[in-house]
């Protein structure tokens, strides 16, 4: 294994911050966390203010923290997103740029980046797209901008679904799939990338130890599928009939504009850095990820 690293963790208190630290500290690193409320260093990314030490003698920095996107898109909400990515993101750079050290920073960032409908599957080389959630992820990335020109390394984890039962969109989904009154959304046919949360632990993980990765790097599993497909593989997960549809105004109707850009977004995203690397998944079906996830 890699020589040990001293790791300041964003958003550890969050779904993937949660199972990421832990192994990360079982494979010999030192974790600290940065919260706004709890753990080991305080922030305020709203505010500009962050613990003088949280970066004293870090050589990463994995950012996870940002307003959660699983809400009303008001004027509001939208500008917390955006927001708490932008400051939280800024203030960081800032702070790495006066470390003597050279520092990998490790950011989360969205398959959204490139939009929110394609009609071609996107590796890694394809341009951003469209919507609110591309613009944030844009901003999102561009903020280390100034890292990479001052030598730092920089990855972006443009991450898709994240598949675990306690947290995220499967966990919003289960209780109606596990009622029998699942369905397919909208039309069915729109493409969903996903990943299980054991998985993007793995690529966090990897991240971290091999100084080589740098740059965008698409976090999905190599099958991305249809959302008919995912509702048919939840309903053999769980043993559930998933004959009630939810239909796409509905969807808009509840949702507004989140709904549009999530629930009803079609984009099949390739995983083509994570290929070349060799990286093996330990879910790359979604059939044997839910079946193993969802097992009681
Ligand atoms: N889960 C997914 O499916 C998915 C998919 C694509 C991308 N991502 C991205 O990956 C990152 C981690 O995801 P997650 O699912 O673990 O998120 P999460 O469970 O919502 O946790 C995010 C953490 O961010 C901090 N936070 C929340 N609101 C904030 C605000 N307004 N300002 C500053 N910090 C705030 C909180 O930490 P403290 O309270 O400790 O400060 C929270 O625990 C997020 O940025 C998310 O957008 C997730």
């Known amino acids: 294994m890699s020589s040990n690293k001293t790791i300041l963790v964003t958003g550890a208190t969050g779904l993937i911050g949660q199972a990421l630290c832990p192994k990360l500290e079982a494979q010999g690193h030192t974790v600290r966390s940065l919260s706004r409320s709890s753990g080991d260093f305080r922030w305020n990314p709203a505010q ?30 939208k500008r917390r997103i955006l927001d708490s990515r932008l400051a939280s993101s800024s203030l960081l750079v800032q702070e790495i740029l006066k470390c003597e050290q050279p520092v990998s920073y490790i950011s989360a960032s969205g398959i959204n980046f490139y939009g929110y409908q394609k009609s071609q599957p996107v590796d890694e080389s394809a341009e951003s797209g469209e919507g609110f959630l591309a613009e944030v992820c844009r901003h999102w990335e561009g903020a280390a901008d100034r890292l990479g020109a001052a030598g730092h390394r920089c990855v972006f984890v443009r991450t898709g679904v994240v598949l675990s039962p306690r947290g995220g969109a499967l966990a919003k989904m289960l209780p109606p799939f596990k009622a029998g009154v699942g369905g397919k959304v909208g039309s069915g ?19 971290v130890e091999d100084a080589t990765i740098a740059g965008p790097l698409n976090a999905v599993a190599p099958e991305a599928v249809s959302n008919l497909e995912f509702t048919q593989a939840m309903g053999a997960a769980l043993k559930r009939p998933t004959a009630v549809p939810l239909p796409a105004f509905a969807v808009k109707l509840m949702f507004g504009e989140m709904g549009r850009e999530t629930l009803l977004s079609d984009l099949q995203v390739l995983p083509a850095q994570l290929q070349a690397m060799g990286f093996g998944w330990e879910h790359e079906r979604i059939n044997d990820a839910l079946d193993e996830l969802l097992q009681s």
């Open 48 to 77: 500009g203010k962050i613990d003088p030490a949280a970066l004293a003698g870090v050589d990463t920095v994995v950012h996870l923290a940002g307003e959660s996107v699983a809400q009303r898109w008001t004027a509001a909400a």
């Open 189 to 207: 046919q729109q493409m969903m990338s996903w990943i299980s949360l054991n998985d993007l632990v793995r690529i966090y993980l990897r991240c």
